[in-house]
């Protein structure tokens, strides 16, 4: 035995379901239909504020991703001068503990630095 679909006209007559005709699909239409202008623009200016809301959340997190990875990519830049920094301080480091600049130095007729200068005054 196959279902059949619901129909209210056959259900009115047999009475098995007790539905009544005017009871279903006309109600709802003639509430439907009864809005007032009022609520006509209630419900109008509700939809159009959630478009607007839905447009507006979409947009602010637009930016934010976009403000974030512009972040991330300067603190990648950062760390990227950080470490080159580090490496000029070490190559510094390792050419001032081995004496080299010393010896360049005197080698030019430079002094390193480490003499006692004097001030003349008048």
């Given at each position: 035995?196959?279902?059949?679909?619901?129909?209210?006209?056959?259900?009115?007559?047999?009475?098995?379901?007790?539905?009544?005709?005017?009871?279903?699909?006309?109600?709802?239409?003639?509430s439907f239909?009864?809005?007032?202008?009022?609520?006509?623009?209630?419900?109008?200016?509700?939809?159009?504020?959630?478009?607007?809301?839905?447009?507006?959340?979409?947009?602010?997190?637009?930016?934010t991703l976009?403000?974030?990875?512009?972040?991330?990519?300067?603190?990648?830049?950062?760390?990227?001068?950080?470490?080159?920094?580090?490496?000029?301080?070490?190559?510094?480091?390792?050419?001032?503990?081995?004496?080299?600049?010393?010896?360049?130095?005197?080698?030019?007729?430079?002094?390193?630095?480490?003499?006692?200068?004097?001030?003349?005054?008048?």
């Amino acid at each position: 035995m196959a279902r059949q679909p619901l129909d209210v006209r056959a259900a009115a007559q047999v009475e098995s379901f007790r539905i009544r005709m005017n009871s279903i699909a006309p109600g709802l239409r003639g509430s439907f239909t009864r809005l007032s202008r009022v609520e006509r623009l209630f419900y109008f200016s509700v939809t159009i504020a959630v478009i607007f809301m839905a447009i507006a959340i979409v947009f602010v997190r637009m930016k934010t991703l976009e403000f974030k990875s512009s972040t991330d990519q300067m603190r990648i830049e950062m760390a990227n001068t950080q470490t080159e920094i580090n490496q000029y301080q070490q190559e510094i480091n390792n050419l001032t503990a081995q004496g080299k600049v010393g010896t360049a130095a005197s080698s030019a007729n430079m002094t390193n630095g480490n003499s006692p200068t004097y001030k003349v005054t008048k």
